[in-house]
């Protein structure tokens, strides 16, 4: 666990002051930004190690463990950190796109897939594609992976649900329509990182989102 990529080395900080009491909380914060930060640049979750996160921080490796027993541990804060930014962004968008229901779930969508693009290291690392921990051989439960994503989803069938009540979608379902919405948004979201060349349509996001929201068409 402890093989650091040259990556994962660079950069370290110099020999970091240390907290006044109640300041633990802040030690923390920085080291799961040096995580994001190492996981940013080499785009590989072994880059994150217990040894290169302290290096970057500037403290000693044991000094991380009254904050995180192990590097999974490290990784689940990076990945809840940025579920909430993700949810903060989806909340944003909601809120500037009006009162219209349709407006609202293009909105939640388009943020969505904007946020996929701009960090694609943190987006696979997010779900499951540079990090899939080990339970058994870590200090992560089920639970903890379990309640990724919640809210996240909650805002997409939050947003169909709205559409359908709005006569706006013809879905019976809309939970179950908002996973299947979801997973033709991440397929989009991994394929245009993957293959950039291809020639999508310019609305592909458009059609997944017309057809998996099973949306009507607007009035004239």
């Known amino acids: 666990m402890e093989n650091v990529g ?3 080395s ?3 900080k110099k020999g970091r002051a240390r907290n006044r009491r109640g300041e633990g909380g802040r030690l923390r914060e920085d080291i799961v930004a040096a995580a994001v930060e190492l996981l940013d640049e080499a785009g590989d979750e072994r880059a994150i190690t217990l040894r290169s996160v302290a290096r970057r921080v500037g403290i000693a490796a044991p000094s991380i463990y009254p904050h995180f027993p192990d590097q999974p541990a490290i990784m689940l804060a990076v990945v809840q950190r940025e579920f909430a ?3 903060n962004s ?5 809120e500037k796109a009006g009162a219209d229901p349709r407006r609202r ?3 939640v969508c388009d943020t969505y897939l904007d946020f996929a693009q701009a960090h694609p290291e943190r987006y696979r690392t997010m779900f499951g594609g540079l990090w899939m921990p080990d339970l ?3 200090s992560l439960t089920e639970a903890d992976l379990a309640a990724l994503g919640n809210e996240t989803m909650g805002i997409l069938v939050e947003a169909l649900d709205a559409c359908a009540a ?3 979608s013809t879905s019976a379902d809309p939970r179950g329509d908002a996973v299947a919405l979801w997973l033709g948004l991440h397929g989009l979201a991994h394929q245009r990182a993957v293959s950039p060349a291809f ?3 310019q609305d592909i996001d458009g059609r997944i989102i017309v057809a998996l929201a099973r949306l009507t068409e607007p009035p004239a």
């Open 199 to 201: 020639p999508w349509p």
């Open 85 to 87: 930014e993700l949810r």
């Open 10 to 12: 660079a950069a370290p």
């Open 136 to 138: 058994d051989a870590s």
């Open 6 to 8: 040259t990556t994962a």
């Open 90 to 94: 989806l909340l944003s968008a909601v």
């Open 166 to 168: 709005a006569g706006q």
């Open 105 to 107: 779930l293009y909105a």
